[in-house]
């Protein structure tokens, strides 16, 4: 009998027993597709573990298209490919005068933003700190452009807060 392999999205984590790099996929009742779930997830769910060619270049947290086929065991699933999910960037300029002024970074489910007069970090308060925050990032798409893009929006709000007074 020939494996199948399924494809879905998993984030994979490290096992706190083994120190492996596990994920964890739950069947969907209905569609009967393979889905990735959390560990504490309350859904029937199988562990995955990463085909030897995969050791060591998995990142956790990071959300991967994976390809999986069925241990012999039938206990879990072999990932036998993972790719990396690149989301596409939106970086928008948002200004109401003398109230809000922000560059907002959107990608996947996540918002980075530069907000110079009421960030609480420094990873929002400051340039740099926006930078930092995405050169780590390893799923956004054409990252390159993103910074620049960023970099031309939060210099132009900083004119624009400079002509409205903020120092």
Do not use: W
């Amino acid at each position: 009998m020939a494996l199948t392999l399924e494809k879905t999205q998993i984030k994979f984590t490290k096992s706190e027993e083994t120190g492996e790099i596990i994920g964890f996929v739950s069947r969907h009742s209905k569609t009967k597709k393979l889905k990735g779930v959390r560990e504490d997830s309350g859904y029937g769910k199988q562990v995955c573990v990463l085909s030897l060619e995969l050791k060591g270049k998995i990142i956790p947290n990071l959300l991967y298209n994976v390809e999986l086929k069925t241990m012999h065991n039938r206990n879990g699933y072999v990932v036998v490919s993972a790719e990396p999910v690149l989301f596409k960037a939106l970086v928008e300029m948002v200004v109401v005068p003398n109230i809000t002024y922000q560059v907002q970074i959107k990608f996947g489910n996540k918002t980075v933003y530069f907000d110079p007069l009421f960030g609480r970090t420094q990873s929002s308060k400051t340039i740099e700190g926006v930078l930092k925050v995405l050169n780590g990032r390893k799923d956004v798409e054409d990252l390159d452009s993103v910074v620049k893009d960023f970099e031309k929006k939060a210099n132009l709000l900083i004119k624009k807060m400079n002509t409205d007074g903020f120092y």
